[in-house]
């Protein structure tokens, strides 16, 4: 029985590491699905940065301190994006951007 139990160890270690290998963190899903959406409806890459962070669903206070701009100019941002990308909310923002 040591044996079986060792060697199924060894099986389950090894499938774990290529399944770890091979699974793409959703930090890193979400970058490539915001990136790929500011190309195709060529968003500026200020508001390619903007989208970024609305998409992981950071306040309007946060992306303003994070890329040291007024409030104004976020919602200017937000609302060019929301036309660019025709939704209403953020909601709808971060819904189009995880089902990428």
Known sequence: YGAVAVLMA??????QAGHEATATSPVND???????I?????????EAEVLALLAEGRSRTFIMEKLVISDATVKSHTNHICQKLGVHSKQDLITLVRER
């Open 10 to 15: 060894v099986v389950w270690r090894t499938w």
């Open 38 to 46: 500011a190309a195709e409806r060529n968003l500026s890459p200020r």
């Open 30 to 36: 979400l970058a490539e699905a915001c990136a790929l």
